[in-house]
């Protein structure tokens, strides 16, 4: 199956911007969106953004709508997440996920996760 890791993440000021990479290797053809998710220490897991790798069609969540930027490198199996105007309560692991499926933001359509990277953003 697909192995997805992501990087980037670190420790960032309010206002501030950071880019997330998320890399996958093995058999990628088998899916259709990739997506972001974050949880917070004591939080569930939330969806934040997700891409169409056939059309690029891009979806978000509301409170990262006009901030957060998710784009796709389908040449080289990789998902970014730009992140602008970072703010206390994107602080979260951020995790990059795989389906076979249409866009959606539940966790649970999910097929591949890779193990997350810490976002934290300070005042």
């Known amino acids: 199956q697909v192995q997805l890791e992501e990087s980037g993440g670190g420790l960032v000021q309010a206002g501030g911007s950071m880019r997330l990479t998320c890399t996958a290797s093995?058999?990628?053809?088998?899916?259709?969106?990739v997506a972001w998710f974050r949880q917070a220490p004591a939080k569930e897991r939330d969806f934040v953004a997700a891409i169409s790798l056939g059309g690029g069609a891009e979806y978000y969540a509301d409170s990262v709508q006009g901030r957060f930027t998710i784009s796709r490198d389908n040449s080289k199996n990789t998902i970014y997440l730009q992140m602008n105007r970072l703010e206390p309560e994107d602080t979260a692991v951020y995790f990059c996920?795989?389906?076979?499926?249409?866009?959606?933001?539940?966790?649970?359509?999910?097929?591949?996760w890779g193990q997350g990277t810490q976002v934290t953003v300070s005042s």
């Open positions: 996920a795989a389906q076979s499926s249409l866009a959606t933001r539940r966790p649970n359509d999910y097929n591949s």
């Open positions: 093995g058999r990628t053809s088998d899916f259709y969106t």
